[in-house]
């Protein structure tokens, strides 16, 4: 897999993005809507990498999530800043619409749901890992699925939530746990996740989270088979 990933991204091709709409989910992190002609589609969980480039030529590169299913040649983004970062300070706070980036995708198929799937699905979110979550609830309710969705997610507070009106009106099951407020330094445990072994279950957040959730789900019975994980850490932002 190691020689394969990259061997698939460069024959991906780069495409032109103009910036349609920005919009806020917290202090920290912006939905950024973009048009890009020749988008090919792409399935709830993948992302893609976005490319920046100076006056003087330097470019740098990040992966981003996809937030939602693509409408037409529209997908969206949701990016967390990160504050000594190259990327993402610029895509949070700096980008304006009409202004143009490059990215190339969607990459990545392990970790997807397609609204073909029965379901039961069970979603674990720590932090900014919902953005790819997201996408997959967003593709059930454009779909019409009926499978069943259950989602966790845990943040440090109200004011941490992206997405936090519409998954609080989605016709799923959202559970929030707060690790801020209340219970300082709490960490997700056993109890805070639902009993449903035979999901398929999709775990997404920073590493140490995912390895707690994972180890979570193997003791309560869940098969390695049915888990699906993506996990981040430091980056450059």
């Known amino acids: 897999m190691t020689d394969t990933l990259p061997a698939m991204r460069r024959r991906v091709p780069w495409l032109a993005a103009t910036v349609f709409a920005v919009r806020s989910e ?6 950024i809507v973009l048009d890009v002609p020749g988008w090919p589609g792409h399935s709830a969980g993948q992302h893609v990498d976005v490319k920046l480039t100076a006056p003087d030529g330097y470019s740098a590169e990040r992966s981003y999530s996809l937030a939602a299913p693509a409408a037409g ?3 969206e983004l949701t990016v ?43 979603l674990v979110a720590g932090g900014s890992g919902i953005v790819p979550l997201m996408a997959m609830v967003r593709a059930r309710a454009v779909a019409g699925s009926s499978a069943p969705f259950t989602l966790v997610y845990s943040v440090r507070g109200p004011a941490d939530e992206y997405y936090a009106e519409e998954l609080r009106a989605a016709d799923i099951d959202v559970r929030f746990l707060h690790t801020r407020t209340g219970s300082p330094g709490r960490r997700i445990a056993a109890a805070d996740l639902p009993d449903m072994v035979g999901a398929r279950v999709y775990v997404c957040g920073p590493t140490g989270f995912v390895e707690s959730v994972s180890e979570l789900l193997l003791a309560a019975g869940h098969a390695p088979a049915d888990i699906r994980t993506e996990r981040f850490g430091p980056s450059g932002g």
Do not use: C, K, N
């Open 26 to 31: 917290t202090q920290a992190a912006r939905t």
């Open 73 to 75: 040649t529209r997908l």
């Open 80 to 122: 967390q800043r990160v504050d000594d970062g190259e990327v993402s300070p610029y895509l949070v706070d700096e980008l304006l619409p009409m202004d143009q980036l490059e990215l190339r995708g969607p990459i990545g198929g392990w970790f997807t749901w397609h609204t073909d799937e029965p379901g039961p699905v069970l």
